[in-house]
């Protein structure tokens, strides 16, 4: 099986370590561009108490009673970078993502603080979906309530399994109980919206234990659920093992029956499937995400956060210290405006990720009559990979165990 191309990949909390002579500080495309509407603001939270061997997001791990506090000292900074980017612009996003790292690991006093920003700025003011990152060790009643009280309306929980040996096996330090206890504290507390993210295609994974993970998952009975096949990035320890032997990765047929399973099951369980790794109960579709797979604007506020406006991109520099010797703008890092031809194939690939598809009207807006992607559209299209319906193009489910090398295909 390809491996479909993990959220991970594309969304503002996705971002490599930059090399020194990557770092600048650019002209800011937001103030120096039109005026562009925020869809979506993403605020990056890098502090974990355990750097999981699988992760390649920006993350520091911060220990217990540390001498030198720089939560305090990241907050401060994170609110001053949220004043400015509020005087620069009318920002009033539809949709609010706090992730990391482990957000839920900051503490009360430092969430109040960031909080009460968020609504002193206004930035609060149009939000629908306001989603908080957890880790299930660190859900608490009064941080849940905390966050709850200040307008937070959905939480994911990096569940990943329920099996203590494939978690063992992806070093992720959390007992399975405390996602069951997690999930209750969040619905005690007022948000009802509960994503659990998921990871199948552990090593040492089979159909068995796929499915004793997921009927657990299905028994807290999720809003969301977001299941993404494990994925060998480069410079983290897991594929370092990999690469000495010390671990075997599920092999691609049984790879491919895994994700078959899960879109029988999750189907037959009354989960809509509108993302190649994801699927939500009725209405529950994930709005923060689709700004990213419908390639809206979107800002990223903190390190190594990414954002997207009127076709610029950059990121903030994924480096703690420059970030808080800093001012007003942050140093930013990779900023680009893509040709047109390239951005139309970022577009593509991102909008074949909805199972929906690409509208008609999109594609003969954007794709000129001469562009060769038409022919491997025909080809995918013959090939029953892709299909045409009334309104869209979109991927067959055959179609989607190959999404990889299809849409790489068409960038």
């Not at 040996?165 to 330090?173: D, F, N």
């Not at 983290?236 to 047929?253: F, Y």
């Not at 562009?371 to 489910?397: C, K, N, Q, V, W």
Request: aromatic fraction near 8%; hydrophobic fraction near 35%; charged fraction near 20%.
């Amino acid at each position: 099986m390809t491996h479909v191309i993990p959220l991970d990949q594309l969304a503002p909390d996705a971002t490599r370590p930059a090399s020194d002579s990557s770092v600048s500080q650019a002209t800011d495309p937001l103030t120096t561009h039109s005026p562009a509407t925020i869809a979506a603001l993403y605020a990056h939270i890098p502090f974990c108490f355990h750097k999981c061997h699988y992760c390649d997001f920006y993350s520091l791990v911060e220990p217990a009673n540390s001498p030198h506090d720089r939560q305090k000292q990241f907050t401060h900074r994170l609110t001053s970078e949220l004043h400015w980017r509020a005087a620069q612009t009318d920002l009033r996003p539809r949709t609010l993502f706090i992730g990391g790292g482990t957000p839920t690991l900051l503490r009360p006093p430092l969430w109040e603080s960031l909080l009460d920003t968020l609504h002193q700025t206004r930035i609060t003011q149009n939000v629908q979906e306001f989603t908080v990152e957890a880790n299930p060790e660190t859900v608490t009643p009064n941080l849940m309530t905390l966050l709850a009280t200040a307008g937070v309306n959905r939480v994911s929980i990096g569940a990943q399994s329920f099996d203590p040996h494939l978690l063992h096996a992806l070093e992720r330090w959390h007992d399975p109980a405390n996602v069951a206890h997690a999930v209750h504290t969040v619905r005690t507390a007022g948000i009802s919206n509960i994503n659990l993210d998921l990871i199948f295609a552990i090593p040492g994974q089979t159909l068995d234990t796929l499915h004793a993970d997921l009927h657990a998952a299905l028994a807290l009975e999720p809003d969301h659920i977001s299941f993404y096949n494990l994925t060998y990035e480069p410079n983290t320890p897991m594929t370092a093992r990999l690469k000495n032997g010390a671990i075997t990765p599920v092999p691609e047929h049984l790879e491919q029956q895994m994700y078959e399973y899960l879109l029988d099951e999750l189907e037959a369980a009354g989960y809509e499937h509108y993302e190649v790794s994801n699927w939500a109960k009725p209405s529950r579709r994930c709005k923060h995400n689709l700004s990213y797979w419908t390639n809206d604007n979107w800002l990223g506020v903190g390190p190594a956060a990414a954002s997207h406006v009127n076709g610029h991109r950059w990121k903030n520099a994924p480096h703690l210290g420059r970030y808080l010797a800093s001012q007003d703008q942050p140093p930013t890092a990779d900023h680009e405006h893509l040709p047109t031809a390239r951005s139309v194939g970022e577009q593509l690939m991102l909008r074949l990720r909805l199972i929906d598809g690409v509208p008609h009207t999109w594609l003969d807006d954007h794709l000129p009559h001469d562009d060769p992607r038409h022919g491997a559209i025909t080809r995918f299209t013959s090939a029953e990979l892709l299909e045409r319906t009334d309104t869209h193009l979109r991927l067959t489910r055959r179609g989607l165990f190959v999404a990889d090398a299809l849409i790489q295909e068409l960038l």
